[in-house]
């Protein structure tokens, strides 16, 4: 939120939200009640659907530079778009090697004949499936895939997201080395 909507924004929605103090850290654990009350804050605050700010999120998550390691870590998943499509069943796996106490929903992708795919998401809280399709709008641009994503709804604890990559050449996408940036030895 800080860092999308700015500081003075963040500090009326941590207000708002009974907040106190107003900052998290990334490896520690708060209760769970802090989540739906930042969220329909900011919903009141910014004027934005629940939905769209989970979304913001899960492309904050692959796009911004201060994120650039999950970024990485998400590369590493193939080769084109597709191919990371196909490793996302890994993901829960892979992120535990990292993040040891970091749970992930369980992911199930189907491929349908027409050449569509079915991300499915298994998690007893809601809204996985909303960051999950910010992160795959934010990787389809990354790899420079064009790719129509759809949330399509949750029953019970599954929420299920629609793909259909139209081409996977659409645009340059970023950079991405095997080897991540050299530390300036110089500098330190």
């Known amino acids: 939120m800080q860092d999308?909507?700015?500081?003075?924004?963040?500090?009326?929605?941590?207000?708002?939200?009974n907040i106190d103090p107003p900052e998290f850290e990334a490896m520690l654990h708060y209760d769970p009640a802090c989540l739906p009350a930042v969220l329909s804050t900011a919903?009141?605050?910014?004027?934005k659907p629940v939905e769209s700010l989970l979304e913001d999120v899960g492309i904050y998550l692959i796009s911004h530079p201060n994120c650039?390691?999950?970024?990485?870590l998400m590369r590493f998943g193939g080769v084109d778009f597709i191919d990371f499509l196909h490793?996302?069943?890994d993901l829960p796996e892979r992120?535990?090697?990292a993040v040891s106490d970091l749970t992930l929903p369980e992911l199930e992708l189907r491929k349908h004949r027409d050449g569509t795919f079915?991300?499915?998401?298994?998690?007893?809280?809601?809204?996985?499936?909303?960051?999950m399709v910010g992160v795959l709008r934010a990787m389809a641009d990354d790899y420079g895939a064009l790719a129509l994503l759809?949330?399509?709804g949750r029953i019970g604890d599954f929420e299920t997201i629609s793909i259909a990559v139209v081409e996977t050449d659409y645009s340059e996408g970023r950079r991405f080395d095997l080897v991540g940036p050299v530390p300036d030895k110089k500098a330190g």
Not at 4 to 17: H, L
Not at 43 to 47: G, I
Not at 68 to 72: A, G, S, T
């Open 4 to 17: 999308t909507y700015g500081s003075e924004t963040w500090q009326v929605i941590a207000a708002r939200a």
């Open 43 to 47: 919903k009141a605050v910014l004027n």
């Open 68 to 72: 650039e390691r999950l970024r990485r």
């Open 87 to 89: 490793s996302l069943e």
């Open 95 to 97: 992120t535990r090697l």
């Open 118 to 131: 079915e991300l499915r998401l298994c998690s007893p809280v809601p809204g996985y499936g909303h960051v």
């Open 150 to 152: 759809d949330h399509t």
